[in-house]
């Protein structure tokens, strides 16, 4: 028999790492910096495919940002980079299932600043250890666009399984999109947990900052 209980919801708690810290997003906190990190023309490509944005103007930012902060599903946080203390990024919980132990990670918003960083690493990281180890979940989701070639490779190397395409899944934007889906049970989180850890220690990269490991390597 598999056990009933229900997970957890999230709370509003501090997820604190090495390279970053999550924090329950705040309009007020953390709205100046997400603005500068992601404003301008030249930051359009991160939100083709996000629910909302690009942002022109200011007050649509923040009034996204306001919205974000009340929402309980999705649930969001700010990824602080610890070195500056300002916010580089956002990602949720969503799509919460706590009858079935199930809940979904999404809605990332990655700024330059924290792309291709261990921080980047890292923040995924910290929130699957919280939806397995800290809310009792049995499955864990990421789903993205189709088309979205960065995001499925992401999926693949943080440790989910893909599990196939439904198609015309949503209108988003005005137009099709296909849903990739992507999961880690909780009987993978040890080995996906252990490939994390050793990935992330110091003596993973050299001086330069190169990894010496790729995280799919560590997990055989």
Not at 105 to 127: C, D, F, H, K, N
Not at 191 to 212: H, M, Y
Request: glycine share 6%; charged share 25%.
């Amino acid at each position: 028999m598999i056990d009933t209980t229900p997970a957890k919801l999230p709370e509003r708690i501090i997820m604190p790492g090495r390279y970053v810290t999550l924090l329950p997003l705040s309009a007020a906190a953390h709205g100046d910096a997400l603005w500068e990190a992601t404003r301008g023309k030249e930051n359009d490509a991160l939100w083709l495919y996000l629910f909302e944005g690009p942002f022109p103007e200011r007050s649509a930012f923040d009034a996204s940002m306001k919205t974000m902060e009340a929402s309980q599903d999705p649930f969001y946080f700010a990824i602080i980079d610890n070195t500056t203390g300002k916010a580089v990024g956002r990602a949720s919980y969503l799509r919460m299932e706590p009858k079935h132990r199930v809940i979904e990670v999404g809605a990332i918003l990655y700024s330059p600043l924290l792309q291709r960083t261990p921080g980047a690493t890292e923040a995924m990281y910290l929130m699957m250890r919280y939806a397995f180890e800290g809310l009792g979940n049995r499955r864990y989701e990421w789903k993205c666009n189709a088309l979205n070639q960065p995001s499925r490779r992401a999926a693949l190397r943080l440790g989910f399984t893909f599990e196939g395409i439904f198609r015309q899944h949503m209108i988003m934007k005005g137009q099709n999109r296909d849903t990739a889906w992507f999961s880690v049970l909780d009987k993978e989180w040890p080995l996906v947990k252990k490939a994390f850890e050793e990935w992330l220690t110091p003596e993973n990269f050299t001086a330069d900052g190169a990894q010496r490991k790729p995280l799919a390597a560590l997990r055989g």
